[in-house]
């Protein structure tokens, strides 16, 4: 950087009130901030959301699952045999089995289908479900459940109350067609992971009362895995491995698709394109405060001119100020963008549909990465827009700003 | 010789007809000479000044500045007007964003010097001109005198061979025109500082060492 460029630099930050305050600046300035702020805000929504998401798909779905290759439960082998190869595998946090069958919960009015799962949980092991239940207690006995909330609520039910669970039996069929079994539940606690389908879908019952529903002496149907955060974005390759370890009859996969997550991280960066639009519209501003700002420093540009500048220097000169300003605003619109997307977190008019996002809460996450890549763009697409006009002062002729200043 | 001016003419075009300023003027200026151009308003004299000063071109003829033949495209020029010539207008074209010293500075800051180092100069320069307690003044807290000779401090900042001042005291009183002519008289003897200027004031004209007028396109020596 030149002594006059630096020299005019360091005057813009000494004296801004002087030098950066000036009318034309205003809308370019409140465009700038406006767009950057829905762009920033924008983005950590989403990646609140993504994170949001990740979180509960990975605490609410087993990382790794193991089931039996010909669709039946688990023999009493290969439960075995599972427990033996993997037990002591330092990569996983909880190797638990269980039954889950798909039922349906019904009442003078509702039918909502609804997945009964039971769990072995080793002695002096946390129930891995505990830490969901929001209301009364995650120990079942026989004839309890842990209902979700949203379940809850669709049929009226509180701690004490008592669901309706009915079952196809089919095995028993009458002369009438398939017959179907109804068992009754004591609702003893309220699940709340945060994940829409679960929390509408999910009960969690005994083992015994899952078998005596199933009428089976069978012991699991499959074995949930846990990883730890260190290995849980590796799980399909792990899964992979097990498989080849545990053997042909047993398959074990991955139940949270990564899709899932790939297009959630799309659909951040999509929003984060269109958005930079906004931040281009803004620049249109900046180009007509550049101009003008041409037009209102004729006089200094003939001087710096007279006195040996190059045109390249004055406008490097003209583009630090106006350039500087832009900085400034960017600034300003990120950090509103962090206020603006807290106060969409915080406010309690509007929550997201569970149906649609699988998660009901809005999720604010600021990441550098991010504040970076909105920085970078705004900046760039900033820096053309004042690039394209200030090229004007190349085609002034000092003798014209001289004779007409 | 500083400068040589050989058979300039400009003519200007509009769309009825052709004005003719310069037709083959012709000026020698050596080293140390204060030298002043008068003529008619419109005559052509600020013109001649801009030609010379390679803010503008002419149609005919050549200029030389210290014997190497230039003009206001060459590649030179900015080069040439930062540290040959130095500048003074009617209406002084100070910084209105910057004080008397930041504006002294500003082509020594061209010519690549320091910041601190620029600065120190032209705390310097402004004290030979009386102004060193002006120094921090934005140019509207400064009088019109005071504003030209800033002006003066600026031109003189790269010690150019040559100032070239057009009509330097159209701006001012009596007094204060006398001011000035007696400034670039000083500047003159004491540095040897060499001076062409136009004015319009023939009485103030006569206080050079040579002058000239412009008429009819052409350079008189009276």
Redesign the interface.
Known sequence: M???E??YL??YIKSPK??LMRFSFVFMVLGIVISVSILSAGLNLFEGYERALKTVLLDSFAHIKIESGNGRFLSREQLDRIMNTLGDKPEIVSLTPNIGINLMAIDSVNTRGCVFNAYHTAEGKELHYGKFVVEGRPQVNDGEVVIGHYLAEEFGLGIGDEISLLYPQLRRVTPLGVSSDIRRFEVVGLYRSGYYEFDRSLIIGTLTDARSILFTDDPFAAVEIKLDNEHVDKAKEIASRYRLELGADLIAYPPISGDLLRIVAMQKWLIFIVFSFLVLIAGINVISAVSTMILDKK??I?????????AA?VRRVINYQILLVCLIAIIIGQALGALLSLFVVKQGFYRLKGEVYFIDKLEHHISLFNLAAVFVVASILVIICVWIPSRQINRLK??DL?RN? | MILSAQNISKVYQDSHRSITVLDGADLQVKKGELISITGQSGCGKSTLLHILGLLDDSDTGTIEIEGVRVNSRHPDAPYIRNSKIGFVFQFHYLVEDLTAAENVALPLLIAGKKIAAARDESLQILARLGLEDRESHFPNQLSGGEQQRVAFGRALANKPSIVLADEPTGNLDPANSLEVWKLMRQLNEDLGQTFVVVTHDRELAKLADKSYELSGGKLTLL
Do not use: D, E, H, W
């Not at chain 1, 001087?303 to 500048?309: C, V």
């Open positions: 030149k002594s006059i630096r020299f360091l005057r002087r030098m006089n200094q003939a001087i710096l001119r007279t006195l040996g500048a190059t220097t000092i003798i001289i200043p």
